[in-house]
């Protein structure tokens, strides 16, 4: 598989990446890239990182060995690499701690971030927190009004949310609302991007501070099995708890699986997968390139998933190109495979998968019976699915949940 250095100084990965930004960025991303090559290379920083997430986020995180599961479908062993027991309560947290670190050390005090379903505004408001920085992020007023609880959570701990009334009024709205903010205040302000896309250098970087989970899972799998896995599985949004798991397995005995959103089926036009369906490009948005759900005029498309951080329009080009190089396998998982799965995850292993991790539960799932007991299976637990209580309990449809929430509704009267 690929690793981040196989990027060019212009940050390409093969055709796809790069950066496209307006000419007034230039010496902002300069001055954030030369930043990142010296801590990239610095051993004494990835100790003071991983000092930070074992004593602020519970590093590193148990590798869980799924006895009941594994009996359940007869075939390989089956681990969980357990990322919802991160502070916030998934991987986010350690994109977004890295990058408080760089923020400190370029002697900037102000932090911007965008946001969908509000899980990256939660930890990036946390980190602001954590690190006395000022905090502003931006949010579709779509997804502030669907996602509340987040909401909620982000001004408690001192961030300014800022609803996005443009365009469609979502999460793309709310990354074309942060770079023009940081446009205005590039001097004292650092954009902390979610995942593993945007322009060079975010999908190197973002990737670099997410390797410590496969780092972990490596040294964890080695330890108690002896050997590598047969198999490694991670949902795929934008890429990076994906990027995170992979770069810990760049050997050719390794398979990478990345499996994105099929929502309510690939035929259908409702879902958001980029690397298995034909509904996607390659083309330019949000300053790079990569594969788009998008139509004929470049205009993006809808997207759909049960999995509000899965729907998304780009991917990481990182994974673009691993992709068209064939490195890694990329799958989609429905809607209802991923209820399926978490079902199946809570009754066997007491665990609740978020749903957009659940996507990497479902493709395991279905290749799990035809492996041996001879090999190995990991699946990456991206986040704590406790976030997802009004989908899963509305999917299920349990009667009580809605008894609850009308009684709830009717408190307010
Ligand atoms: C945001 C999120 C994702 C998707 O982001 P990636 O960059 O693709 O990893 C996946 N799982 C959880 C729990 C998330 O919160």
Not at 120 to 132: E, L, N, P, Q, W
Not at 152 to 174: C, H, N, P, Y
Not at 220 to 227: N, P, T
Not at 356 to 381: K, V
Request: with cysteine.
């Amino acid at each position: 598989m690929s690793q981040d250095k196989e990027c060019n100084d212009r940050g390409y990965y093969g055709e796809f990446g790069g950066s496209f930004i307006p000419e007034i960025l230039v010496a902002t991303f300069d001055e954030l890239k030369r930043h990142f090559r010296e801590i990239k290379d610095d051993p004494a920083f990835w100790q003071t990182y991983s000092d930070l997430m074992s004593n602020y986020s519970c590093r590193p995180t148990p590798l869980t060995f799924a006895e009941n599961l594994t009996r359940h479908f007869g075939g390989a062993k089956i681990y969980i690499k357990r990322e919802d027991l991160n502070h916030t309560g998934a991987h986010k947290l350690n994109n977004v701690m890295g990058q408080g670190l760089l923020v400190k050390r370029m002697g900037k005090t102000r932090v911007i971030a965008e946001t969908g379903a509000g899980q990256h505004g939660v930890a990036t408001a946390t980190m602001a927190a954590k690190f006395g920085f000022e905090c502003t992020i931006y949010m579709g007023e779509v997804d502030v009004k669907r996602q509340r609880p987040n909401v909620f959570w982000m001004e408690q701990m001192g961030a300014t949310v800022v609803s996005v009334t443009d365009g469609t009024r979502i999460l793309k709205d709310a990354i074309n609302e942060a770079f023009r903010d940081w446009v205005t205040n590039m001097d004292n302000t650092h954009y902390v991007l979610g995942t593993a896309c945007g322009p060079h250098p975010f999908p190197e970087m973002v990737s670099f501070f997410q390797s410590i989970i496969g780092k972990e899972a490596r040294q964890q799998i080695l330890k108690l099995e002896g050997k590598l896995p047969t198999r490694v599985f991670a949902c795929v949004g934008g890429g990076s708890n994906a990027m995170g798991l992979f770069q810990g397995f760049p050997d050719k005995s390794v398979e990478c699986v990345g499996v994105e959103a099929a929502g309510h089926g690939l035929h259908t036009g409702q879902h958001a997968s980029r690397l298995c369906s034909p509904d996607a490009t390659v083309g330019v948005a949000q300053g790079y390139k990569t594969y788009f759900l998008q139509n004929d005029d470049g205009q993006m498309r809808e997207t759909h998933s049960i999995a509000a951080g899965l729907d998304y329009i780009g991917v990481s080009p990182i994974l673009s190109k691993m992709h068209q190089k064939g490195e890694a396998r990329f799958e989609s998982a429905t809607d209802q495979e991923v209820i399926d799965a978490v079902k199946l995850t809570m009754r066997q292993e007491g665990i609740i998968p978020a749903l957009e991790s659940a996507h990497a539960f479902a493709g395991a799932f279905r290749e799990a019976a035809e492996l041996s007991s001879d090999d190995i299976i990991i699946i990456n637990q991206s986040g704590r699915g406790d976030k997802d209580i009004f989908t899963v309990a509305d999917a299920f449809g349990d009667p009580k949940w809605r008894d609850f929430i009308k009684e709830k509704a009717l408190d307010y009267k």
